[in-house]
């Protein structure tokens, strides 16, 4: 079982950067695959992006492809998502989650483990 902790939200301008952080517990984290999603208001919850458990492939979704990039450090247990050029649509709350896989997951159903989400609001 893996615990997982968002970091890294805010309130930032329109062209604006932020990196967001997410935490797990646990000694096992390299055997999961990744992924971050986002829910924005009275919107069901989107793919942003996922990486596999051994950090060599990546899929990020075509509405933030060029601008987010998906990383990890094992050695920290710790995922993040650069989102860079925001824009105001790219406001909602983020969350990310885990799987045991070595494959790439893009779907909200086959992950097993969320973190509790972390809100980032862009201001035109």
């Known amino acids: 079982q893996v615990q997982l902790v968002e970091s890294g939200g805010g309130l930032v301008q329109a062209g604006g950067s932020l990196r967001l952080s997410c935490a797990a517990s646990?000694?096992?984290?390299?055997?999961?695959?990744m992924g971050w999603f986002r829910q924005a208001s009275g919107k069901g919850r989107e793919f942003v992006a996922t990486?596999?458990?051994?950090?060599?492939?990546?899929i990020v979704a075509t509405s933030v492809k060029g601008r987010f990039t998906i990383s990890r450090d094992d050695a920290k247990n710790t995922m993040y998502l650069q989102m860079n050029s925001l824009k105001p649509e790219d406001t909602a709350v983020y969350y990310c989650?885990?799987?045991?896989?070595?494959?790439?997951?893009?779907?909200?159903?086959?992950?097993?483990?969320w973190g509790q989400g972390t809100q980032v609001t862009v201001s035109s």
């Open positions: 990486i596999n458990s051994s950090g060599r492939a990546t």
């Open positions: 989650a885990a799987v045991v896989s070595s494959a790439l997951v893009v779907q909200t159903i086959q992950y097993d483990y």
């Open positions: 646990g000694r096992t984290f390299s055997s999961y695959t």
